[in-house]
């Protein structure tokens, strides 16, 4: 079964340094993995994704995401936070071998930057 | 090019009333999904649509909830004889085409309380 974990329900960081909000995924095949953030009383806006080539993923607003397959991670990380950041970040997947094209959902990690 | 559209935004139901809650995609996009967010959860798929088909329906409950996406029109999610448990942000996204690597891109969700 697919599944999709967020250790951690919140991450604290000060305004300037780097921060890292985690995910880990378990699928059949191989994944098409999503991140995505969610401000209050939001919609889910598409920070980036990865599907092939280059294990390391740069996206919107500065953000990027490491593939790992041998750790099945896709940690999500800024090399300098700002309080503007401070939201909920899910991370999601699909597995490509899965005759579906629905996405699963981590429960989410409240990312809050301290000024 | 607007986003996902969906309304109403917030929606109160009496229990044993009907909700409607309806999602016009992006342009160009003829893929539908629709996700349900409980408080302090992630989101859960429901339904996959195309025009005037269901995809994927595995993540709806057996009874009470039906999707409908017509060749014209917004997407419709009809949820009969509420009850408290419907409470929750019911979120629409939509894609341009079935290849999965595409992304989702997410309305700002319709927020039903069943009073």
């Known amino acids: 079964a697919q599944s999709v974990a967020q250790p951690e329900d919140q991450v604290n960081v000060a305004e300037g340094n780097p921060l890292t909000v985690k995910c880990t995924y378990s699928?059949?095949?191989?994944?098409?993995l999503f991140w995505y953030v969610q401000y209050p009383n939001r919609g889910l806006q598409f920070l980036l994704k990865y599907i092939t080539g280059d294990n390391l993923v740069k996206g919107s607003y500065g953000f990027e995401a490491e593939f790992n397959k041998s750790q099945t991670s896709f940690h999500l990380k800024k090399p300098s936070a700002l309080v503007s950041d401070s939201a909920l970040y899910f991370c999601a997947v699909r597995d490509r071998n899965y005759n579906t094209d629905k996405l699963i959902f981590g429960t989410g990690t409240r990312l809050q930057v301290f000024p | 090019n607007a986003g996902v559209m969906q309304n109403p935004r917030h929606l109160v139901r009496r229990r044993g009333q009907e909700a409607r809650l309806r999602c016009s995609p992006m342009?160009?996009?003829?893929?539908v999904y629709w996700y349900r967010q409980l408080p302090e959860e992630g989101l859960k798929f429901m339904v996959y649509l195309q025009k005037e088909n269901i995809i994927d329906e595995s993540g709806m409950p057996k009874e009470r909830f039906s999707a409908e996406f017509p060749k014209e029109g917004p997407s419709i999610l009809r949820i009969q004889q509420v009850v408290r448990g419907d409470s929750a942000a019911y979120f629409c996204?939509?894609?341009?085409?079935?290849?999965?690597?595409?992304?989702?891109?997410f309305g700002p969700g319709t927020r039903l309380l069943v009073l």
């Open positions: 342009k160009g996009h003829s893929h």
């Open positions: 996204a939509s894609s341009p085409r079935r290849q999965g690597q595409e992304t989702q891109y």
């Open positions: 699928v059949s095949g191989n994944p098409y």
